[in-house]
C-alpha cells in the first residue's frame, strides 16, 4: 500500500525529530545493525558469563554514557549500541589470545528505559517508556488499546540509524532519516499475520489516525457519525441498519446523500429511495467518506408536528393570560 504523507506523519517525524536531541546522539547503532534483535543502551545491566575466566564472570555491569566496559585480561570493549550476540562475538574473539575455545555467553539482567510515543486514537496517547523488547501490540496495550473510532491501519516512524521498519511497503521519507510504513491494524491485533508484530525500537513513533466517518441525520435510530474502521465505504442500508434502522416518522423515498465536493465547502445533493432498495427494486448505494444522509420526516408527521406546536402555544398563552 502507497505511503501517504498525513498530518500524523508529519507529526511522527517532528516527534523524532525532537527525541533525536540527546547528549547520547553518539552511542546510536549505525542503520547496518540489525533491525530485529535488541541493542544494548545507556543504563542496561549486564552480567557476562566467560567458562574459566573468574575475573570477568557473574558479575553485574551498569552500561553507562561513556559506551563501553573496561574488562580485565580483555580490555575496553564498546557494549552500548550493540546486540547481545555481537557483544558475545567480541569477547570471545579478545579471549582467544588465552583460551583455544573461550565460551562466553552474556545477559541482560536489568534494561533501561526506551521511549516510544504512540500517538492518535488510543486510550493514553504519550511517550511510553518501555522495558526491555516490546513488540508493537505491547506498545498499543501499554497506551491503553486503540479506541473505537481508530482507523483501519497504523503508522510506524523509525529513525534510519535503527534500520529500516521491517514490513512490506516500507518507504524512506524524503530527508533520509526515517523509515515510515503501515500495519493493517485489524489483521494485526487479530494476529492474522504475525509477521506485522514488529519489535519496537527507541524513539519509534506509532500513529493511529481516526477512522473515515459518514453522518446520520434525521429520521433514524442514533443520529451522528459512523466510523468507517474496516472499509472505506459503507452502503446506505448498512449505515441505517448500524444506526438502529429507521423511525415510524421517516420519509424513506425522500432521503439524500449530501458528497462533499473537493475543493469547496459546497455538497452535492444525491436523491436516494430507500423504499425501493428495501423492496429490491433499486441497488445499494455506497456512503463515502465525509457523506451526510438525511433521512427526513414524511410530510403528515411534519403537519402534526406543527399543528402540536400550535396547540401547544395557544395553550401557554391561555394559561398567562389566567
Do not use: C
Amino acid at each position: 500500500m502507497p505511503i501517504k504523507v498525513t498530518l500524523f506523519s508529519f507529526l511522527a517525524i517532528a516527534s523524532m525529530a525532537i527525541a533525536q536531541d540527546s547528549p547520547r546522539e553518539a552511542l546510536q547503532p549505525t542503520p547496518k545493525m540489525p533491525a530485529d534483535r535488541y541493542m544494548l543502551g545507556v543504563d542496561d545491566q549486564i552480567v557476562i558469563h566467560a567458562a574459566n575466566v573468574p575475573d570477568i564472570s557473574d558479575k553485574p555491569i551498569h552500561l553507562d554514557d561513556s559506551g563501553a566496559i573496561n574488562l580485565p585480561m580483555i580490555g575496553r570493549v564498546r557494549a552500548v549500541g550493540v546486540t547481545v550476540e555481537e557483544l558475545e562475538t567480541e569477547l570471545k574473539n579478545r579471549l582467544k589470545t588465552y583460551l583455544e575455545h573461550p565460551d562466553v555467553v552474556v545477559t541482560v539482567s536489568e534494561f533501561h528505559p526506551q521511549p516510544v510515543s504512540v500517538i492518535g486514537e488510543v486510550g493514553a496517547p504519550g511517550v511510553q517508556q518501555v522495558h526491555g523488547p516490546k513488540t508493537l501490540v505491547e506498545v498499543l496495550s501499554m497506551a491503553g488499546g486503540t479506541r473505537p473510532d481508530a482507523g483501519p491501519m497504523l503508522l510506524i516512524t523509525r529513525r534510519l540509524s535503527w534500520g529500516r521498519v521491517p514490513l512490506p511497503g516500507a518507504a524512506d521519507d524524503p530527508t533520509g532519516t526515517f523509515s515510515i510504513a503501515s500495519v493493517n491494524l485489524k489483521a494485526l491485533l487479530n494476529a492474522q499475520d504475525p509477521q506485522d508484530n514488529i519489535p519496537v525500537r527507541p524513539n519509534d513513533v506509532i500513529s493511529i489516525p481516526r477512522a473515515e466517518v459518514v453522518y446520520l441525520v434525521g429520521q433514524v435510530g442514533k443520529v451522528g457519525s459512523l466510523a468507517l474502521s474496516d472499509n472505506q465505504s459503507i452502503s446506505v442500508l448498512q449505515a441505517i441498519s448500524s444506526s438502529g434502522g429507521l423511525l415510524p416518522a421517516a420519509a424513506p423515498r425522500d432521503a439524500k446523500i449530501l458528497r462533499p465536493i473537493l475543493g469547496g465547502p459546497r455538497r452535492a445533493e444525491l436523491s436516494v429511495d430507500i423504499k425501493k432498495i428495501l423492496e429490491g427494486k433499486a441497488n445499494d448505494v455506497p456512503l463515502l467518506p465525509g457523506d451526510i444522509l438525511l433521512v427526513p420526516a414524511s410530510t403528515g408527521y411534519r403537519a402534526g408536528v406543527r399543528a402540536l406546536e400550535a396547540v401547544l402555544q395557544i395553550g401557554t398563552m391561555a394559561a398567562i393570560r389566567y
